[in-house]
């Protein structure tokens, strides 16, 4: 398929070095750079963010938001679907294959994301007292995330990737295992962490990190 004329991307100007490679702007970028559709970023402001424009592209004034020839998307999942479905190289062409690329698409971001930003929360952001009670939220959550884990384990064997090539699936899926990256819950699991492993060596992610970076680091408070 012929990439679209204009693609305009959402991206924040800056945020803290702690959710640096975690924005979820990283995913849309290595699924454009898969897809191979050039794109421009939209650098927003916390001012843009709440402004009524930016609202009319993103209701709740977060990123990414997408402009693709006039049409107008947001949420990554949403977005990264609607460049699968118009990329060869994130979806197969046959309908059923292309069914399993949306449910594990689906699976990346309802069964698994969930608790992952939980714990991320919890360890991440969150900075009260850490009592009994704390320690046990915290306990359930990352047993409920290892149970995932551990079922995405198995779903993996013998593969490289979770449907044997690589497609959309995978960019979410491996978006998602980065959030744990201050954890040990991937790295105790040698097949996913060299699942992790070889998603991002892929050009297209090293690409679309390094630009999700490069921007970050264009807007830093010491460098205004």
Same mark, same amino acid.
């Not at 402004?51 to 209701?59: D, E, I, K, M, T």
């Not at 714990?119 to 939220?137: F, H, Q």
């Given at each position: 398929?012929?990439p ?7 991206v924040?100007?800056?945020? *803290? %070095? !702690?959710?640096?490679?975690? @924005?979820? &702007?990283?995913?849309?970028r290595?699924?454009?750079? #898969?897809a ?5 970023e ?8 709440a ?9 709740f ?7 693709c020839?006039?049409l ?8 990264g679907?609607?460049i ?14 292309r069914?399993?690329?949306?449910t ?6 309802n069964?698994?994301? *969930? %608790? !992952?930003?939980m714990?991320? @929360?919890? &360890? ?7 009592? #009994? ?5 915290r ?18 064997a ?5 449907l044997?090539?690589?497609?959309a ?15 040990d ?10 699942y992790?492993?070889?998603?991002e ?22 460098a205004?």
């Open positions: 398929m012929t679209p004329q204009s693609i305009q991307l959402s924040l100007r800056w945020a *803290p %070095p !702690v959710v640096h490679g975690l @924005v979820r &702007d990283l995913r849309v290595w699924a454009l750079e #898969e191979g559709w050039p794109y421009e939209h650098v927003v402001s916390p001012e843009d963010q402004s009524a424009s930016y609202r009319a592209l993103q209701p004034g977060q990123v990414p938001a997408l402009r020839d006039g107008k998307l947001f949420e990554s999942g949403a977005i679907l609607y699968a479905e118009r990329s060869p190289a994130l979806m197969p062409a046959e309908p059923d294959a069914a399993q690329v949306t594990w698409m689906f699976g990346a971001l069964s698994l994301e *969930p %608790p !992952v930003m714990l991320n @929360v919890l &360890d991440m952001i969150y900075s009260g007292p850490k009592g #009994e009670e704390w320690k046990a939220l306990a359930f959550v990352a047993g409920w995330i290892e149970t995932r884990l551990d079922t995405l384990v198995q779903v993996m013998g593969k490289d990737y979770v044997g090539r690589f497609t699936a995978d960019v979410l899926l491996t978006t998602v295992l980065r959030i744990l990256r201050d954890t819950l991937v790295k105790t699991r040698p097949a996913l962490d060299a992790q492993r070889r998603c060596a892929r050009p297209a992610f090293q690409k679309a990190l390094a630009d999700h970076l490069a921007n970050f680091a264009r807007h830093a408070p010491a205004r």
